[in-house]
Nanobody, 115 residues
Framework: QVQLVESGGGLVQPGGSLRLSCAAS????????LGWYRQAPGKERELVAT???????NYADSVKGRFTISRDNAKSTMYLQMNSLKPEDTAVYYC?????????WGQGTQVTVSS
């Protein structure tokens, strides 16, 4: 079975930083487009950032300049470096791996930005 496991979430003060990781197993990691999504209470799930198999990145306007997505194919791991965190970044963050025919999700990790 394909498995995606997020880690690195937690409680952080406004202006602080967190680094999320998503480790994959039983998957041809380098072939997948990867992404981070988030869902806040009462809100729809939204795209945060994506990175293609060739390394091209895309970010939601709300996180541009603050978040950086990256991938390490040798470790089958994706990262999301989050800097200058704001209370509105509070959400459950999910990692995603997809091709044209497959779509996998992790269980999510909670990020709470509060003083």
């Amino acid at each position: 079975q394909v498995q995606l496991v997020e880690s690195g979430g937690g409680l952080v003060q406004p202006g602080g930083s967190l680094r999320l990781s998503c480790a994959a197993s039983r998957i041809s990691f380098s072939r997948y487009q990867l992404g981070w999504y988030r869902q806040a209470p009462g809100k729809e799930r939204e795209l945060v950032a994506t990175i293609t198999s060739s390394g091209s990145t895309n970010y939601a306007d709300s996180v541009k300049g603050r978040f950086t997505i990256s991938r390490d194919n040798a470790k089958s791991t994706m990262y999301l470096q989050m800097n200058s965190l704001k209370p509105e970044d509070t959400a459950v963050y999910y990692c995603n791996a997809q091709t044209l025919v497959w779509d996998y999700w992790g269980q999510g990790t909670q990020v709470t930005v509060s003083s």
